[in-house]
């Protein structure tokens, strides 16, 4: 007869880990909220944007519904009706509130909702001091999944309260600077270093050749980033730095945003129909160029990566620069995942991306990983053999390979511990309500 | 030289009396919130409902508008931001936030939002003890025009409240039923008496004549009610009583919904692009009608007014019954003010249209004061005569004459000392979330 | 035995009128055509504007549908496609093609609607000359509500062409002006009288009364005629001419546009939202108004009445004027149909409005007949006894009342033989596209 | 002194070559329109679509702006207008009358554009027979570009008016049957073989490597079909014949239109909001399919290639059918110029795809060049080295390289000369009005 415990298939140590990064995670979502009020966690402020308390639902339905359901012996729903109003797009579990109505529910409250987690915590936590043998390795793998989705969520929660508090003419303060600078590791956010706005970085080369790509399996990825395989690269050149506010700004003032020829076709359609003349949140007040950011309404700092720009404004501006946005395999070919470290993430605290730092001598260009999202030149679209997981959580990634972008590095709002060289993230190419930016990119011989 | 104060001007009484009707109603507008989480005074579930708290605050902007910045001496404002952030459509008065956004504003918070109130009411209070001589009559009318601004915007807190709760598929109760029946005055809301539903009601008849119409000026009244004038009606009828659930049941299961016959073209048109097949708030459920009320979701009770439909519907439903909706001017005409005191006003704590009592013997018909708004088919319009007043107060009602229907009467959500036979209420031929019903009409040869 | 001949009943001679006014209704019709190219009969430029080719169709089913359907022995339908096809909105008929979709039908040709209106003219014709018996009387009540259908549309041909062409930037022209001045009765088109612009004119005085309105019965009329009616007016004022170029150029000069206190307050959202400037089809080059007429683009000219304006813009000018626009049984009142005789009608043949003439001693204001139809400020609604005609000819005008606004007097595109004082035109608020001009309305004490 | 001319630079007979097919091309154009009515030339049936007349127009204009105004001695323009009314998208040239507004303009007239038509065909034979010698070469590259681009259009004239007589009811027939079997080269249209339907076809399998691909110079290409580069490929599969109507069918029938899991998520909300349920076409009457062809209204052929298909919609017939798209450069990998020769193009005259002969025995998959364009998995994105041209032509591709996909191989509505391994077609995912099909691929360890 089998006497095998959990603890047995998968490691006392390791399910002890779980336990422990699953407290971890979920209590770092809810640190998020610490400075917000009832009211801003109900606004929805356009379609892409889910209320805070829906995040902070949606992540613990997630938990209950993949976990909890499947795996807690005789576990009990929590409460029906939140089967639909917080499934977001699984049609495999069944139907869906809308998304862009999500901003319509005042009910569940906020208070219910820390309940709904707290109760969803203890059987979770329950569930992981004791989980079911023949289920153990299942159960770890669908959790390291959750706190990833929960993660991501974690940064949606700050893009999304972002835009929410950006519509009011208030301009509220997410969070005072002085608290920025002192949260997190304890180091203040990086000072910004001066350099001369307007000046193009310098460039890394690398050489042709054929190489692997996509995530190799060796601890957790999201399946869109697999499977390995080989893909030939022609030579390119990659900047040093991401492109400055500075140097932003010089592309408005050079009429970027007047000339269609620097655009796609849907860009400057896209420019003409929203009216856009600058990167969003970028106000012009008397002659100055002000940004509203998550310490509030303030000066653009020229040294700071250009942010909130969506994937046309970078592509414009890359033309206007006599360059090109990366494809995504050059990128990852370029990224060192020992530089991630040194990435300006959230736990930095400062919730903006800060000034390259001048120490110099790296294999690697700068602000790669943390800082901005970078959007790349390549569609989202599978890797050759790819192929979604079966089942619900099949429907994670797959079925949006269509009119995206990828987007690589992470940024100031992502996890460190969230992030990897092959790491996709993915965007209309509208959109510009995340921490996106730029980095140039260009053919080698064009160096010549 | 002249030392007449306020008080010799507008008498000691009177200016007590104001101040004390002030207190009451702004207590009455609060009392509202009651049963309110935080969150439900933030949602905006159309462009035409405002957030619960939009309301609490735009009351009182306009006090501090229109008599504290115009009369109180060194009045500083409270805050230079909410000048625009609560005014509604005063162009007189400056730029306003759009209308359709509010629902994206969480700040100020509800709890900013009720000292706002405090600080006006503390201000207001202070005016009226000491009003400036030669203004207190100014203040006085002001006073009272706001007041009923106030009441106005009662109402809409209620069927904005009950809009923001039905999107909600967990149906939230504004207030148990329980609760509702021992409000008030203390007594029961009126249990209904059963009658044969599909029954059409028994009809007044009304001679034709020259008759006076709109208001005297004795006592307040809007711009719109006046100015007094002559008016000819024919031979008319009018039903003893309001078309109830019962009745129009019967046109929905008579394919009242599917008979393009029955409608106005632009009606059919609304029925069609927005699939109408019952009275909003109806929802079909195992071959059972239920609505959603301030009480919850409910069987419907057949011997009820019927509630929340469009002049669309209204008419329709007229069409079908052989009859027509009644010109405002017959209905004015047939209204006897002594009748407000026995109707269902919100002061009944019913918070829903009740079925006609059986007593009898009325020379007027029942039910024309309270219950339910009654569609007419008049279009809103100005009197011969009518000018709006001058200033920013002008903007009241004169500017949205255009496109909108008359009802008469006041609902179940209307306070008892607000309405008056000339008292005359207007929305536009689709808008079903006010408590509006139907009255019928015919023309006197009709019946013979 | 009864040998009644149809000839019997109505008389030979008022049979062979009715041959004859059908032949001359119908070749007018084609007429407008002479100087359209095959092209021009296709474009539909907006939804309320139809294809000529399909007016031309529309018309002739008309008469297939109620007359040689109903009434020609044996008649076989032309085409069953076209049944549905030149189908405008008649529910009772059956189903329509798309309103908004007219525009995407190349087929059938117009030279096969030509053969459809000639097959139908030709069983028409027969049907006139032997008509059975029994039906004689309605067949020549409905030939009439045709025909004058047929001069509607003759109208709306005309404002319909005028839109198509004006969307090319060619300018292209309908009717050259020397063709237009030697039109019609032979007569040049009238040549303007200088009048200093920006003087309103006189005024025409009335006394309050209890007067009759509506359409007795004698001769044609619409069904929203009538019934005849009492009704009282109190004391009026009406201008002794319409509102010209001149002073609604000092209008839009004086920031008519830019203040939103002038205007309605859905009419100021329909300006902003459609960027209203100055009246449909005015160009402003060079310094210089131009607008574009049936005769090509031209300088405006300051003594012509106004035309094509909505009721918003009209509303917003009579504002301006300190005046208001007049109520349409005052114009009803004032109308003397002995000037019907001396309008600018479009037996004219100058296809826009002329000025004023200078004759005086009238006691009836000038210009009330033809040029442009005067926006009253009347919702249109049915007159007290109102009861739409039982069967598909019921939805002639009864479902559109809703709304819309009336307005009097006939157009330069009108036909003489169309109009009467008790005529009620009506199109929405918005509307600009038809012949549509301003008489200012005032009440008397004002004059004072 | 130079004596050169421009049969020095570039020889006589390709000088004459250019002549000629410049005048075969052109013709050719003209030869489309032999059945179509004046009307027919004029309507818009959706944005995408434009009116023949415009074909015939733009064409034109493109020979006119970039070949006679820049070197045709002392031309000068045939209408100043044209150059807006005609410019389709570039900006470098000046202002473009709006895309969507095309079917507003009724002028210049059918008969006109021919004019222009035939006077440009004289002063650019006029240059050809005589070409500025410096300007030889540039003259007959630009040539060659206009050729290809008017055949471009020749093949959207044929899918435009298709949607143009798709939305009348009346199912106008283009072109009889009779007519199309007995074009072209003469021989009939290949009758359909019978093969059971939904039997999926047979595999040819592809070895992984590193391979080149686009076009390397040698003759015409457009530009996004360079630079030559490699790219490594994995081992996959290609189906050896299209996708059948009847193979789709069973899709329907399984429920393909119904299950969101089979669908990417911007394909099924698009399948939501426009309804779907079958391809673009087809009609369901009496339990029979379907479908409008250029010949008219006719059953569906279960051998025949499916076509109108969205990319959305193949690629969830593919994910029903466990394969997948192919990858564009699988495609062109595959893909032996030497078949074009067979394929059913435009010059067979059918204008429909046809079914797959049973001749075996090649060794590169069926019906690859010719019936529908074949939709692939790639998003159209540019090559590694791309680069668009310098002047105006460089918008012609590379501005559209965004939220498109790569389609491959040609249509039985593109001219067999137009056709290249390396061509590379695009359209939007929701996209059905061109001839558009399905291929199958899978990954080759799948079918092991």
Redesign the interface.
């Known amino acids: 007869m089998s006497t095998n415990t959990a603890a047995d298939v998968i490691g006392v140590e390791r399910a002890g880990d779980a336990a422990s990064r699953y407290r971890q995670v979920r209590d770092f979502t809810e640190s998020l909220c610490a400075t917000l009020?009832?009211?801003?966690?109900?606004?929805q402020?356009m379609p892409d944007v889910s209320p805070t308390?829906w995040h902070l639902a949606h992540t613990t339905w997630f938990f209950e519904t993949f976990l909890l359901r499947r795996f807690a012996t005789g576990y009990k729903p929590y409460d029906s009706?939140y089967e639909?109003?917080f499934n977001s797009?699984y049609?495999?579990v069944g139907p869906q509130?809308p998304r862009a109505?999500r901003?319509?529910?005042?009910?569940?409250?906020?208070r219910q909702v820390h309940r709904y987690r707290q109760a969803v915590d203890e059987q979770t936590a329950a569930l992981l001091r004791d989980p079911p043998g023949e289920n153990a390795a299942e159960i770890l793998r669908v959790l390291e999944i959750g706190l990833h989705h929960e993660q991501q969520h974690q940064e949606l929660m700050l893009t999304d309260i972002k835009h929410?508090?950006s519509?009011?003419?208030?301009f509220?303060v997410f969070r005072s600077r002085e608290a920025a600078t002192t949260r997190g590791n304890g180091k203040p956010a990086p000072s910004p270093q001066r350099r001369p706005p307007g000046e193009i970085s310098d460039w890394h080369s690398y050489e042709e050749g054929?190489f692997e790509f996509g995530h190799d399996g060796q601890g957790f990825a999201f399946d869109n980033e697999g499977p390995r395989?080989?893909?030939?690269?022609?030579d390119f050149e990659l900047a040093d730095r991401l492109v400055t506010n500075g140097q932003y700004q010089a592309f408005v003032e050079d009429g970027g945003y007047r000339r269609?020829?620097l655009?796609?076709?849907?860009?400057w359609a896209q420019r003409q129909s929203e009216s856009w003349e600058s990167p969003l949140y970028w106000h012009r007040r008397d002659g100055q160029w002000l940004h509203f950011t998550l310490n509030g309404l303030e000066p653009i700092d020229a040294d700071q990566p250009v942010c909130h720009v969506s994937y046309?404004e970078a592509d414009a501006f890359a033309r206007w620069a006599a360059a090109r946005l990366p494809?995504e395999l050059e990128w990852e070919h370029a990224a060192d995942p020992g530089r991630i470290e040194t990435g300006n993430f959230v736990e930095s605290g400062a919730l903006r991306p800060t000034a390259a730092g001048e120490e110099g001598g790296f294999t690697c260009p700068r602000q790669m990983f943390g800082d901005v999202w970078e959007w790349t030149?390549?569609?989202y679209?599978?890797y050759?053999?790819y192929r979604p997981p079966v089942g619900a959580l099949g429907?994670y990634n797959g079925?949006?390979?269509?009119?995206q972008y990828v987007l690589r590095g992470g940024s100031c709002a992502t996890s460190r511990t969230h992030i990897r060289p092959t790491y996709r993230n993915f965007f209309p190419?509208d959109a510009r309500w995340q921490f996106s930016g730029i980095r140039l990119a260009r053919?080698l011989?064009l160096s010549s």
Chains 1, 2, 3, 4 share one sequence.
Not at 167 to 170: G, M, Q, R, S, T
Not at 263 to 267: E, P, V
Not at 399 to 403: A, E, L, R, W, Y
């Open positions: 009020e009832v009211e801003d966690c109900v606004v402020s308390r009706a639909v109003l797009y049609n495999t509130f109505q901003g319509l529910l005042s009910r569940p409250t906020v929410v508090l519509c009011n003419p208030l509220p054929l395989h080989q893909q030939f690269l022609a269609p020829q655009w796609l076709s849907a860009g046309f494809r030149a390549s569609p679209a599978a050759p053999g429907e079925k949006f390979m269509c009119n190419p053919d011989q």
